[in-house]
């Protein structure tokens, strides 16, 4: 067979380059996702008669003179300085045909790069729309490369286009081209834009009215907090009937798994270990499916940059732009698909700094951490009107979260993360609303990846903790109920030698070893955190029934009579939730994100060390 | 209101409405790249529309409109146009 044909896409943002991928690329061939805070690009095949087509998407930039790693790429791409020095055969150069007069000049610079080149203009129906009307055999003749006209998201001109890729070796170079200096390439654009522009198009008369609503002082901002709303609603509400199914199954698939299979360690392992753990990360996909989808859409439609807009005098106090909002938003329901979302942030130093305070956000697994020990140790008590004294913990616990966020993010900008700033420039493209197909293919691609490189963590650190926790074997006498079983079990596990290990560090706390294993467990997902202490204290009610795990958290032990855990140290507890970074699964996130360990390690000590003092904090003044 | 000043920016923009671009202060990248997103000398640059309480700021040229930071948009020099309230 041929040797396969490398192709390089190539444009400025919201040159509708994705759309044009998308519809070239299909589901056929393989996609991957090669991403982290400086490098984002995907790759596509698809073959083309015989031949085979390697599609590189490269990061959408308004320049080759690269001012953030993250441009740096496409040169070094074109220059062949990466993918272990090939050199794309051709560029295909995408533009906005409603834009020309910017992105000619940048069309220059590439056309200076010397590689063969076909101009791509798409959205020609809005040009149309818009009154406009060029020349495009002119065009092609000044330019002196071939121009082929599409409409992505209605696959209009795909066709054509796909049967000249393999063409590249006839895509004649130019006779003329610009100095290199920005002046000359914006002149050069000028000169034959004016040559070949038949009629000017017009303002779109639907954006003009969008924004005069959107945009509006008071207006703008009611719309904004709909929006927000929106959000909430639907990563809170909308994804949890899809969440409790997904997590039925794994149940079940567990459940069957036991009852199947003859009991033995492996069955266990099975069971406990592998399907519960796992499951752990698929419960996640729907929220993070919306979440994207919802996200998508709102880029593409051109509303999140009228967000960004809104917001960005408050985000411009933590040092952040208004684009990290929409992530540390997102984590608010969970820290993995808000992380995910940092990528629409183009300057890798607030990218990192979102990154790096996203997971103080009240994600949705701490919710019944904090369920349980305020229902046992905060009294019920009114304080005014309808709110007690259980609800405003509660509510004090989620914004206590928020505010962390902002603070150390505007730390970090001020200290570590400082220096140079991009400049702060945002367009505004009109509004346009993307296809189903679009939409669709985004989310699928985003979910696979996740499930990949998140699930394959997740599925190691469960084993772990499964055998952390049932090594060494204690054989219980058949006469006592599994709950005493498996509380014997525990007891002389790795894992409680752990969490006596850890006893002097947490004794300033008021964690005793029980509380400690509890960690060790909270440590794969928050959520474990009540499983694994229900497991240690025998509780043998259901894992749901709050009330009566809550009242076994605070009433003494018949045994020793203490209470196994004091109000102090449940408020050391709840202070230790609020900083700690006890997810396995947004470490596989952030590791996968920054492409280095380097972050994740660096984000569990701090975070540790800020829950410690907190929860340090909490325990002097509670007791 | 105060005069406006001698040396004319895109932040005064909302006061003078449209203005074309004399040049960009600074040599460094991100004065580069603000020239790169069209403020080439003679283009023409027409206000949109301001966040309250000196948020950022919508220009439109060159056929699109773009978002700035008050602080990017005061490296941007510009000259009123004739007739429209600016000082030619």
Known sequence: MAKPIHLALVGSPNSGKTTLFNALTGLSGKTGNYPGVTVDRRRGHFHVDDKEVHLSDLPGSYSLHAISEDEAVTSKVLRGDMDGGIVPDGVVFVADATTLERSLPMLADVLHIGRPTLLVLTMVDELKVRGGDLDLFKLQAELGIPIVGVVGNKGLGIDDLRMRLPDFANWVQPKTLPERDTESRFAWADAILEKVTRHPLSES???????????HPVIGIIVFAAFLALFF????????PAMDLFSGWMDGAADWVLATFPESLMTDLLADGVIRGVGAVIVFVPQIALLFALIFFFEASGYMSRAAFVVDRVMGWAGLEGRCFISLLSSYACAVPGIMATRTIPSPRDRLATILVAPFATCSARLPVYAILISAFIPDTQVFGPFTLQGLTLMGLYILGGVSAVTFAAVFKRGMLRGASLPFYLELPPYRFPSLKSVVLQVFRRVT????????VILVGSIVLWFLLNFPRHEAPADVSPALAHKAQIEQSYAADIGHALEPVFEPLGFDWRINVGLVGSFAARELMVSTLAQVYAYEGEDEDFAGFSDLLSKPDPE???PPMTFASAVALMLFFVYALLCLSTVAVIKRETNSWKWPMFM?????LVAWVAGWIGYMLAS | MNPLPDVL??????RVLVGKVLSVEGNGKFSERLRELGFCCGTEVRFERQAPMGGPIIVSLRGYRLCLRISEAKQIRI?????????G
């Open chain 1, 233 to 240: 609603q639907a990563i809170f509400s909308w994804a949890a």
């Open chain 1, 604 to 608: 569990m000590g701090y975070m540790s």
């Open chain 2, 79 to 87: 000259e009123g146009m004739a007739g429209l309230g600016g000082i």
């Open chain 1, 205 to 215: 008369p639907l954006t003009r009215r969008m924004d005069k609503v959107l945009l």
């Open chain 1, 449 to 456: 990846v996740f499930l990949k490189d998140a699930g394959s």
């Open chain 1, 560 to 562: 020793t009579g203490e």
């Open chain 2, 9 to 14: 920016t895109i932040a005064d923009l909302p």
